[in-house]
Structure formats: structure tokens, C-alpha cells
């Protein structure tokens, strides 16, 4: 099976800066258009052209490939499903529908042409088969890049019944998350494979990224520097993976560490380190049971506590304007949530309440934590208030929050204590010096405001806005990222 998606060649125009910015997009179908097998399935995206002269009917030219991982959608209003295509790659050079049906029969022909004049078909398996054939026929540019599509629609879902798949599943949201603070592309961490151990970090089963230059046309075509800031921790029990990510001259190296076994480990942690302001914040995570959705608060929860206490000592006063921060906590808990029928790529980070340390302290202390035995609890029924993912991203990504005047050598200090001690850690470092310039701290609150950058590279002007055809929950406007993609 295959989705073909079809819109006219004047709204991909419209949305080919978007596209390239985000490597995905999102298109809503009917409910009865979800098909019955719901692996993930690889996707073309077609442009609809005028009518060709002298022949009946629009012609159709190849734009877009990638992967729907979840092919029911996601619920978006009675008769309404959203699918979203991620990854997402520019066609290694616009191909005439023409130029593929050569080499179909005429019946595969007619009876593919009719269905792309729906903006969202589901092909049948058997013309599916010959038609991604066709194409590999155009080449090895384009056999690569369904190898890769391929590879990344047959990945194995997480297995919330194994120690080592809820890891992994820990370790891919913290990467998403500080991804999702820098703004770059989320698609590079979807392709993804089961790593050979299960003590391995979910770094180390990412799928190489096509490379060759004229593949596509965007910046992360071109080969990526090692890492700088960064480094790979040495010793029998480390585990260190560490990958470079680019998007539009900006550079953020993200680094897993393991270094227990996973039967052992405490949990995960999300560092995220802005180099030119010299901050980080730290997210320790803590998973929610499904059907509970809140956590005793143990002994050893209360150790875990005391210890972020001592994390957060290495902030400094602030001495100039950009070290100004909304409060003295760079530490954070996430209570994440995943449902029980959560697959691979839920769309965003996991939902999840992130309760900054002073605020669980307070909870702590008050009686809307205790439980009816009189221990306490910290979930969704037990806090009045708490940040979301998208109030948690803006504050970051503004430097609202994080600490002051940290250097790299306290960066990697703290990485590898934390290892020790016995969690998973992931360190993202977006660099803001050095061989590669960074933004100055005016640059990031403009980019953080707007996303006016990718328009004023684009040669065409940005699209008007659509307004929805109902309200839209103030968090799907952040990219949903409190929502599973699966209802």
C-alpha cells in the first residue's frame, strides 16, 4: 500500500519553503478514506498541473516522497483524520506521471490516473508494488531514497513491555524535545532501526540520512562536521553516541550516554545547553503509569530530588540583561505520559507535566499531594497547575529559563556524573561560537518570535494565512506536541 497525495502545483509552490523548514506536512483525509492495514507506509506527493493540450484530464509531476507512520491519522474532527508525512523529501528530480506510467501497463495507467484526482488515495497494494518499481527504475538517486523510506516505514513500534524499548523511547523524546527547542527539523530522529543491544542508545540505531548532493536541495545535503563541543566519554561501561544536526547554519551536536546497563538504570535526562549564553536546563524524567497517570513519591523519588538540588547550584548571578531569567530553576521534572497504544513517532515530545523543582517542593508540602493512605503522589489529579510541552519550549528557547555563566567543562562534569549515577543522559548543545557562528542572543529572541527566517530565504512570498474552520486547542498551534498522532 501507498498514499498518494495530490494538490495543485500553485499550493505546493505556496508551501515549498514550509516544507523544506520542517521536513514534514500534515494532510487531513475522511475517515473512511483510513485503510484497514495500518503499518506505516511510504507516501508520494504529487503536483497537479493545468490539463496537458489535447489530452483530457490535469497532468501530475512528482514532488515529494516520504513515510505516513500511522495511517489511520489522528482524529481531528467527526468525519476528519490527520496524517502526517515525516520524513519528508524533495523528489530527486520533478517527474512527469508521464514518465512513470511508461512503463506500466495500460490498465495499471488507468486505473491509477482517476484516483490522484483525490487530494489523498490510498493505492492498492499490487499497483503500489509496480508503481514504487517504476520509479526505482528511474535511477539510483531515487532507489536510494526508497531504501531509506523503505527502512524508516518497516521500524519496529516501541514495546512498552520491554526495559530497553522504554529507554529508547525516553532517550528519542528528550532528543525530539531539544530539537524542538532549537527549531530544527524533526525528521532526521524518525528514521530509526532496533539497535543490535539492548544497552545500546537510541542514537546509535539511526538510519544514515541520503546524502548525495543533488537528492535534495536543502542545507542537510551537505556532509556535517564532527563534533565540537562534545565529546565521546571514554571507559569499558560508557556508551556514547553523538550526532551532529544542521539547519540553516545553525548546529546543535546531541549526544546519548549510557553507562549502565539498561536493567539497572534510574531513568533519563535531557540536558539542553545553549553555548552563546552559557545555559543549560535539565529535565529528569519520570514515567506515568497509563491508566493511573500519577507516581508515589518514594524515597527514592525524594533522593532524586535533593540531588537536581545540587545540579541547579552551578547557576551563577546574573550579570548582564541576557542572564536575566524568569526564576532560579534550571531543573525541571517531566511526569511523561504514553499511552498504552502509543507507536514510534507520536508527532512531538511526549505528553507530559513539567513541574519545575521549587514548585514540586511546595506540592510536597501541601495536601493536594496526599494520597488516601497518606503517602504522596505527583500526576495529573495532583497538581492545579504545571507547564505543558509547548510553555516549556518557549520558555527555553526564549533563555527564560536555565542557568547562568556555565562553562563546557561543568557541562561534561555533570553529563558524566549522571551517567554514574546511573541514568541514560542526552546532552544537546547548540553551538553558538567557534568555527561554526552562532546566533547572539538578539538573533535567537527574533528567531524564536517568528519564523520569518525561512520566508526571507524563500523566493517566493510567504502564504497567506488560513484560518481554521473551528478553534484550534492553543496546543495543537505548537505542532500538537501534548497529542498522540494516533487516537
Not at 565521546?232 to 544536526?245: A, K, L, N, S, T
Not at 540536558?271 to 514515567?287: C, D, L, N, P
Not at 552562532?438 to 535567537?444: D, I, K, S
Request: glycine share 6%; proline share 8%; net charge negative.
Amino acid at each position: 500500500m501507498v498514499y498518494a497525495i495530490s494538490l495543485s502545483a500553485g499550493e505546493l509552490d505556496d508551501i515549498d519553503w514550509q516544507l523544506q523548514l520542517d521536513q514534514f506536512m500534515g494532510k487531513t483525509m475522511g475517515s473512511s478514506m483510513r485503510p484497514r492495514d495500518l503499518s506505516p507506509q511510504v507516501t508520494l506527493v504529487f503536483a497537479r498541473t493545468r490539463p496537458v493540450s489535447g489530452r483530457a484530464g490535469a497532468a501530475y509531476q512528482l514532488r515529494w516522497l516520504g513515510v505516513v507512520k500511522h495511517p489511520k491519522g489522528r482524529k481531528v474532527a467527526t468525519r476528519d483524520a490527520l496524517i502526517r508525512v515525516e520524513p519528508l523529501w524533495r523528489s530527486p528530480a520533478p517527474v512527469e506521471l508521464d514518465t512513470v506510467t511508461a512503463s506500466l501497463s495500460q490498465e495499471d495507467t488507468a486505473e491509477l490516473t482517476p484516483m490522484l484526482s483525490s487530494e489523498v488515495a490510498v493505492l492498492p497494494d499490487e499497483l503500489a508494488q509496480r508503481l514504487v518499481a517504476a520509479l526505482r527504475g528511474l535511477g539510483p538517486r531515487f532507489a536510494e531514497l526508497l531504501d531509506h523510506l523503505t527502512s524508516v516505514a518497516n521500524q519496529a513500534p516501541f514495546d512498552s513491555s520491554r526495559v530497553e524499548d522504554r529507554s529508547w523511547q525516553e532517550q528519542y523524546d528528550s532528543a525530539r524535545l531539544a530539537l524542538t527547542i532549537g527549531e530544527f527539523p524533526l525528521a532526521p530522529l524518525s528514521s530509526w532501526l532496533r539497535p543490535p543491544s539492548p544497552h545500546d542508545t537510541y542514537l546509535s540505531g539511526l538510519i544514515p540520512q541520503p546524502t548525495e548532493q543533488s537528492l535534495i536541495e536543502h542545507d542537510a545535503a551537505h556532509s556535517m562536521p564532527g563534533p565540537r563541543l562534545l565529546r565521546p566519554w571514554d571507559g569499558p561501561d560508557f556508551r556514547c553516541d553523538i550526532h551532529v544536526f544542521e539547519h540553516e547554519g545553525r548546529y546543535i551536536e546531541v549526544a546519548n550516554v549510557n553507562a549502565t546497563p539498561v536493567e539497572g538504570r534510574l531513568g533519563s535526562d535531557l540536558i539542553y545547553y545553549h553555548e552563546a549564553t552559557g545555559s543549560f536546563v535539565m529535565v529528569q524524567y519520570k514515567r506515568l503509569p497509563p491508566a493511573e497517570r500519577w507516581v508515589y513519591v518514594d524515597d527514592r523519588l525524594r533522593d532524586q530530588l535533593d540531588r537536581l538540588e545540587a545540579v541547579a547550584q552551578a547557576s551563577r548571578q546574573p550579570h548582564a540583561p541576557h542572564d536575566w531569567r524568569l526564576g532560579s530553576d534550571p531543573c525541571f521534572l517531566k511526569l511523561a505520559y504514553w499511552p498504552e497504544d502509543s507507536q514510534a513517532d507520536p508527532g512531538g515530545p511526549a505528553a507530559g507535566m513539567y513541574l519545575p523543582l521549587s514548585y514540586v517542593r511546595l506540592l510536597l508540602q501541601d495536601d493536594c499531594t496526599l494520597g488516601p493512605n497518606g503517602g504522596r503522589r505527583l500526576g495529573y489529579s495532583y497538581a492545579d497547575r504545571h507547564l505543558i510541552n509547548s510553555q516549556f519550549v518557549e520558555l527555553v528557547k526564549h533563555g527564560l529559563a536555565g542557568t547562568v555563566g556555565t562553562s563546557r567543562e561543568e557541562l561534561l562534569a555533570l553529563g558524566s556524573e549522571r551517567a554514574l549515577e546511573g541514568y541514560s543522559v542526552t546532552i544537546a548543545a547548540e553551538l553558538g561560537d567557534g568555527r561554526h557562528p552562532g546566533e547572539t542572543v538578539r538573533e535567537r529572541h527574533r528567531r524564536a518570535h517568528s519564523r520569518k527566517a525561512g520566508k526571507r530565504q524563500s523566493k517566493k512570498p510567504a502564504p497567506a494565512r488560513v484560518k481554521p474552520r473551528k478553534p484550534v486547542p492553543e496546543d495543537q498551534l505548537f505542532l500538537d506536541l501534548d497529542q498522540d498522532f494516533a487516537d
